[in-house]
């Protein structure tokens, strides 16, 4: 880096999360998305920096890419994680890179759409410790991570390495080559041990409904245990209080009568019915979209961050 970017890259690290996107703005040109956030303590630096709306690089992170650097929608990058390289670094919309993981871009590395790195993962894309005039290897090859890849925890990736889209790759494993597309791999050296289409269950309408009924009762279960939330009663849907505010959470089946509620009770709509939509000033989320409505509260945030970290759901913002 010259002189002015490392100042800039120190200065980063150092200043409130408010002001960082507008310092990348204003003094290296970068096209940073609404809603993007930069934790305290992160710093951010690449030739051309692009992050997009509604995703965050969470604190005590530092990414310093001597190439491009392209962060998609809605993705979320975590807490105490290492970029660095003379390449770039490019990532899609709605993906993840676990605490604790590194990232080496001495060649480009590319992580796809809805594509994740669990904690403590590691990617290389250049190997090198013996002298080279000895005769011993060095290798720089790029690394590339399609659509719906999900490394877990642990997971170390060569350089020259290649998954194909919708693969899993379980932890601790060691992968190198080339990994096909609808891919279970595990081991070290990592091979296939399965396929992706074998292990996914069919959804139907009646399955999705008994899904957001489940994972409505262990959010609650969670959320009174250890947070904040008070359950009220449970029937014949759930009422919920959290500090002076009080809420039914009603889920829309795929089939039958739409739930009644009394109209002055604030409500949070589960929607499982396609084509079915609240009032516009209403709270609500919908399993079959992925999208939820654009006013906050404290208690639908909680359950979308839940639906996201315990089971994997994404859900962009409706534009008003």
């Excluded at 200043?15 to 996107?21: D, F, G």
């Excluded at 590395?109 to 290897?137: K, N, Q």
Aim: net charge positive; charged share 15%.
């Amino acid at each position: 880096m010259n002189l002015f970017r490392t100042a800039i890259f120190i200065l980063l690290f150092i200043v409130p999360p408010a002001c960082k996107p507008a310092i990348l703005r204003i003094c290296c040109g970068a096209q940073i998305g609404r809603g993007v956030s930069i934790g305290w303590f992160s710093t951010v630096m690449g030739r051309h920096i692009s992050i997009g709306d509604h995703s965050a690089i969470r604190a005590l992170t530092i990414i310093n890419c001597g190439g491009d650097l392209s962060i998609g929608r809605y993705s979320i990058i975590s807490s105490f994680i290492l970029v660095y390289g003379a390449a770039g670094l490019r990532i899609g919309h709605h993906s993840y890179i676990g605490p604790q993981s590194l990232i080496n871009t001495e060649e480009e590395v590319r992580i796809g759409d809805w594509s994740a790195l669990g904690a403590r993962c590691m990617v290389y894309t250049h190997g090198s410790f013996l002298p080279y005039t000895e005769g011993y290897w060095v290798r720089f090859a790029p690394v590339v991570i399609g659509n719906r890849v999900w490394c877990a925890a642990g997971v170390f990736l060569h350089p020259g390495t290649t998954i194909g889209d919708n693969s899993f790759v379980n932890s601790r494993s060691v992968v190198s080559g080339d990994i096909p597309a609808n891919a279970i791999v595990e081991g070290h050296p990592a091979q296939v041990v399965n396929t992706m289409n074998r292990m996914q269950r069919t959804i139907t309408p009646r399955r999705l409904d008994a899904i957001a009924g489940q994972m409505l009762r262990h959010f609650l279960a969670i959320a009174t245990n250890y947070g904040e939330l008070r359950l009220l009663s449970d029937t014949p849907h759930p009422l919920v209080q959290v500090g002076r505010h009080t809420y039914r959470i009603v889920l829309v089946p795929a089939h039958g009568e739409t739930p009644a509620v009394a109209p002055d009770q604030p409500t949070i709509w589960l929607i499982c019915r396609p084509d079915w939509q609240p009032a516009p000033t209403q709270l609500w989320l919908n399993l079959i979209t992925y999208r939820r409505s654009p006013a906050h509260a404290v208690i639908l945030d909680a359950l979308c961050t839940f639906l996201q970290r315990y089971y994997g759901i994404q859900l962009e913002y409706e534009e008003r």
